[in-house]
C-alpha cells in the first residue's frame, strides 16, 4: 500500500461519519423491568461487598423493596392508562407495554414478592451450629457429603446469591410475555432459565436429587432453546424481520417487498410453518404441556420446595403470556394451521397430567402433575382465539399461581428428620394432628380441583366458558372429564389428611416464621376472594385483554 | 297504619329470640316476656281491626312492602303483607287464643325447669303462624308454612326425654313432609306457569280474575291437588291424619294452640286463600269434600274410641277440620262458613284442652278417662268450662258450634244433586257421632263413680281445682264458646265480613235450612241420648273391655299406622333395597371400572417416565416433528 493511500485512509477517517441516532428509550413504560434488573445489579455486589452476617437482610431488603417498588410502577402505569387507551410499543419496537403485559408483569411480580417470602423462611430447618438455615444449601459449589461440606455449615454459610438469582429470574420473566421481537423473546427466555437452573440445583437436603433435577433442567432446556432459535431463524428467513408485527403483516400478506439478500426464502410458507412449530414447541416446553412436559415431575420434586413453587407459578405466567403474544399478535393469520395442533396438545396435556398423577405417591410430584393438567386447561382458554380468551387466560394464571405458591409453602412445613415429608403415606392424618395446616391445604386443593367458593372454580369457568364460545366445545367436553379425573387425586390427599389414622412416626409440623405464613395467607386470601367474588378481577382481566399491535 | 302489620309479626319474634338466646338469667321472668309480647301482638291487631272495620267493605285490604327478598330478572319475591277481612280473622284468633294459652302456660309448666325455653317456642310459632297468614305471596306463605311446622315439632318434643314425645316430633315431622312438598311442587308449578306467586296478580278479585282465570284446568287442577296434598299434612285429613294422634305426647297448651286452635286450621287458610284456583278446578276441589267428608267420619270414629282423654279430642280435632275442608271444598257456598267453623271451634277446642290439662293437672297427668270419673265436684269451674266447650261441640242450639256447624250440613246438602246428598249426609252423621263421643267424655271425666286408684308408689291423686292463671283463660274462652257462634250469625255479621274476600253463593238447597237444623238437633239428642245409656246409667269398667271388631280398629286408628308400615315403610324398605342392589352392582360397576381402567392407565404410563434425560428428550423431539409434520398435514389437507 502506497504512503498516499494510507494518507487517504487517515484523511477518509477525518471526514465526519454519519450520526448514529441515540435508541430512543421510554424509562417510564420500562420502569417495572430496570427496577428489577437494577435491584439484581445491587444484589450481586451486595455479596461482593457486605460483610457475610449482613448479607440475607440487606438481600431479603433490597429484593423486596425492589418487586414492591416495581410492583407499584406496574399499577401507576395501568392506572396512567398504558393497559388500555395509551398502549403501545416501546424500547424501538422490542417492548410492548399493554393491558396483557402488565397484568402478566403485576402476576409476576406479585409471584415474586410471595415467593421471596418462602426463599427467607429461615426458621423450619433446625438452626445448624448456632446458625438459622433457609433452604439453600450451605455452599452450593462444595460437593455433597464433603468435609468442605461440613465445615460451609459449620461455618454457617448460606447462599444469599439465590437473592439476586430470584431477581433476575423475574426481570427475565417481565420481558418474556412484552417481547415484541423474536430476539427479544429468546434473550428474555434466556435470562429467567438461566437462573432457575442455578436455583434447582441449591437444594439444603437431598443435594444429589437437587443437582440430578437441575442438569436435567438445564439440558433439556438447552434442548428445548436450541429449537426455539431454529424456529426464529426459520421465521426470520420467512419474514426478513423478527419484528412481530412485520412477521404478521407478512403472513397476512399486506407486505410483500422483499429484501434481495433473502430473495430465496421470503414468504415461503414451508419455513414458516415449521419455525412455527418450532418456536411453538419451545414456549409449549415452558409451560409443560404434554409432551415437552417429562422434566416437571423430576425437577419440581428435586427443586428445594420454595424454587418449585416460585418456579411452577411465575414461569407458567411468563410463558403463557409469551405464548398467548406469539400466537394472537404474530400468527393469527395462521389460526386455522396451528388450532388442530393445538387442540391435539391441549387434549393430552389435560388428559396426561390428570391421568398420570393418579397413581404419584409424592406429594410434589403429584403437584407437577396437576400443574401439567392445569397447563391443559390454560391451553384450552389459549385456543379460543377470542378476547374472552385472553381475559380468561390473565385470569387464570393470576387465580393459580397464588394456589400454587400457597400449596408448596404448606408443602415446606410438613417434616420429618430427613427435612421435608413429602412421601404421601407420611400425610395420613395430618388433620388430626395439624388441623389448620391440613384445612389450608385442603383449601388449595379445591381450588386445584376447581371447587365452587375458590378461585379454581372461577377460573376454570372462565376459560371453559371462553374456549366453547371460541368454538371449541369438544375440548371442554375433555377438559370436564380431566377435572373429574383430577378431582380424585385432590380429594384423596383430602382424606388421607383427614380421614386416616395418623402413622405414629409421623412427620411434624414446623412452625414458620411471618415470611412463610404471609405466603400462605396471601395465597388462602386471593383463593377466597377470586373465588366468592371474582367479578372485579374478571373485569380487570377483560380491560387488560388487547394486544397491542 | 299498615306498619303495623309487620310489628304484629315482630313482637313474638323478637320474644322468640330473646327467650331463646338470653340464656338462664332470663328464667324467672321468660315466661311474662312471652306472654306480654303475644298480648301486645294481640293489641296490634284489635287496633288494626278497629281500623279495617272503619273502612268500607271493599277497601279494607292493607298491604305493606318490607323489602324486596330476591330481586333476580324473572324471579321476584318481596317480603309484603296483606291484611284483609280473611287473615284479620285469622290474626285475632291466633293472637287472641295464643295470649289465652300463654297465660295458662305460666300455671301449667309452673314446674318445668325449661319454661322459658317452652315460651320462646310458642313465641316462635306465634311468629311463624302470623307470617303464613299475612304473607302475600305464596313463597312467604311457604316460609310461615315451615316455621310452624318446625315449631309443632320443638314443641311436640318438648319433654324429648320421653321416648314417645320424641318419636312423636319425629313422626309428625316426616308426615308433614309429605304435605310440604306438595305445597312446594304447587308453588313451583305456579312460577314456572305464571312467573310469580304474589297473591294479587295471581287470585284477582271478584271483579278482575287474576292469571289464574287465563290457565287451563288442567294447570289449575295440577296446582289444586297439590295444594290440597299440602292441606291434609299440616291439618291432619286422610291420608296424611297420622301424626296428630301422637301429637298429643307435647304438653297441654301446645296441644290446644297448635293441634287444636290454629295450626292445624292452616290447611283450610290455604285452601280458602287460594279459592280462585279450587274455584277454577272442579275436580280438585270435588276431591277436597271427598277428604273432609271421610275425614270427618274418620276421626269422630277414632274418638269414640280413644281412653286417653288428649287423643279423644284430637280425633275431634280431625273431625272438626274434616267438617272445615268439606266446607272449604263447596267452592263460594261454604268458605264463609269454613272460616266461621274454624273460629268456633277454635274456641271451644281450645278450651276443651285447657280443661283436659286442667283435669290432668289435678290428677297428677293420669289421661285415661277410665280412671277419672265424678270430677264435677272436684273441679268445678273446669266443669263448667269443659261442660260449655261440650255443649259447644255437639252443636246444642244457642251455642258458637251449633250456628257454624248447621251452616256447614246446610251448604252440604246446597251442594245439589247426588253429591249433595252424599256429602249432607255424611255431615250429619258425623254430628250425630260428635255428640256420642263428647258426651262419652263427658260423662267419663265428670259423672260417675270415682274410679281413680293409687298409682304403683301408692299414691293416690287429689283432685284440685287449678289455679287462677289456668282457670282465667278457661273462664274465657268458654266466653267465646258459648257466644262467638250467635254473634257472627245474627244478621249474618260473619258473612258480610267476610264475603268481599271469599264470595258467597247460596246453592241450591233440596231442603229447606229449617229441616236441616231440626235433623241436625234430633241426631244431636239421639247421640247424646245413646251415649248416656252406654256410659252413664251402666259402671264404666277401669279396663277397657275387648270390644267389636271396628272398636279396636278404631282404638288402633283405625289401622292407619299398620297400614302406614306395610304399605310404604315395608314397600319403601323393598324399593331402598332393590335400588341399593343396582347402585352396588351397575353402577358401581361402571364406576368402578373405570376407574380401575384410569388407573392401569396411569401405572402404565407413568413408566414412561423412566428419569433419563435422553429419553424426556426422545419425547421432546418426537413431540416436536409430529407438532411440525401435523402443522404442515394440516397445511397440506
Redesign the interface.
Known sequence: MSASAVHSLWTTAADPISKIDAPKIEYGQLSPTLIVVGAAVVGVLIEAIVPRKSRYYAQVFVSAVALTAAFAAVVALAADGYGTTKAGIAAMGAIAVDGPALFLQGTILLAGLVGLFTFAERRLDPAAHGNRVDSFAAQAASVPGSESEKAAVKAGFTTTEVFPLLLFAVAGMLVFPAANDLLTLFIALEVFSLPLYLMCALARRKRLMSQEAA??YF??GA??SA?TLFGIALLYGYAGSVSYATIAQVVDGTLTTVDPALANTMGN??LL??G???L??GLL?KVGA???H??T??VYQGAPTPVTGFMAAATKVAAFGALLRVLYVVLPGLR???R??MW??AIITML?GA??????TDIKRLLAYSSIAHAGFILAGVIATTPDGVSSVLFYLAAYSFVTIGAFAVVTLVRDAGGEATHLSKWAGLGRRSPLVAAVFAVFLLAFAGIPLTSGFAGKFAVFKAAAEGGAAPLVVVGVISSA?AA?FYIRVIVLMFFSEPRPEGPTVAVPSPLTMTAIGVGVAVTLVLGVAPQYFLDLASDAGVFVR | MENLIALLIAAPLLGAAVLLCGGRRLDAVGHWIGTVLAAVSFVFGAILFVDLLGKDAEHRTLTQHLFSWIPVEGFQADVAFRLDQLSMTFVLLITGVGSLIHLYSVGYMEHDERRRRFFGYLNLFLAAMLLLVLADNYLLLYVGWEGVGLASYLLIGFWQHKPSAATAAKKAFLVNRVGDMGLSIAIMIMFTTFGTFAFGPLLGTHEEPGLVGETSEGTLTAIGLMLLLAACGKSAQVPLQSWLGDAMEGPTPVSALIHAATMVTAGVYLIVRSGAIFNAAPDAQLLVTIVGAVTLLFGAIVGCAKDDIKKALAGSTMSQIGYMVLAAGLGPIGYVFAIMHLVTHGFFKAGLFLGAGSVMHGMNDEVDMRKYGGLRKYMPVTFITFGLGYLAIIGFPGLSGFFSKDKIIEAAFAKGGTEGWILGGCALLGAAITAYYMTRVMVLTFFGEKRWQPDEHGHEPHPHESPSSMTIPMILLAFGSVFAGGLFSVGDRFLHWLEPITGHDHGDAPISAATVTASTVAVMVIGVTAAYLQYGRRPVPVVAPRGSLLTRAARRDLLQDDFNHVVLVRGGEHLTRSLVYIDHTLVDGVVNGTAASVGGLSGRLRKLQNGFARSYAVSMFGGAALLVAATLLMRAV
Open positions: 442438569v436435567k439440558l433439556l434442548f428445548a429449537f410458507d414451508a410453518l415449521i412455527m412449530g418450532m411453538v414447541m416446553f404434554v409432551p415437552f417429562m422434566w415431575p423430576d386455522w394451521d396451528w388442530p395442533v391435539a396438545v396426561g391421568i398420570v398423577a393418579i397413581t404419584q379425573i380424585f
